[in-house]
């Protein structure tokens, strides 16, 4: 199984920034594309980026767009989130996980979970004044 440690997470106040670092633990991060999740209380885990192995493709969900970045450095082995102009709704436990990438027809980029992935205890985000 593959398994991923996040950090990061904190307390901001809305508008606030964060960055989110995912490393791999026992293997190599560059063989995989990597994805971030989150699941607030009382939801269901979503989706909110991902980026192709080599980092040139990424993707995301539509209500971070041209707030989080996603990026990789597979030198260092970890991948990052960074989250600007934080909004309440953000608030949530965040995962990364190693996912399978694709694409449509249209050439936009899309990934879904592997099944291999040991999750672990993830970051907490807050968005609060």
């Known amino acids: 199984q593959l398994q991923l440690v996040e950090s990061g997470g904190g307390l901001v106040q809305p508008g606030g920034s964060l960055r989110l670092s995912c490393a791999a633990s026992?293997?190599?991060?560059?063989?995989?594309?990597i994805g971030w999740f989150r699941q607030a209380p009382g939801k269901e885990r979503e989706g909110v980026s991902c980026?192709?192995?080599?980092?040139?493709?990424?993707d995301y969900l539509d209500s971070v767009k041209g707030r989080f970045t996603i990026s990789r450095d597979n030198a260092k082995n970890t991948v990052y989130l960074q989250m600007n102009s934080l909004k309440p709704e953000d608030t949530a436990v965040y995962y990364c996980?190693?996912?399978?990438?694709?694409?449509?027809?249209?050439?936009?980029?899309?990934?879904?979970?592997?099944?291999?992935?040991?999750w672990g205890q993830g970051t907490q985000v807050t968005v609060s004044s």
């Open positions: 980026i192709s192995n080599s980092g040139s493709s990424t």
């Open positions: 996980a190693a996912v399978t990438g694709n694409y449509y027809p249209s050439g936009r980029y899309f990934c879904t979970l592997r099944g291999d992935n040991y």
């Open positions: 026992g293997f190599t991060l560059d063989s995989y594309a």
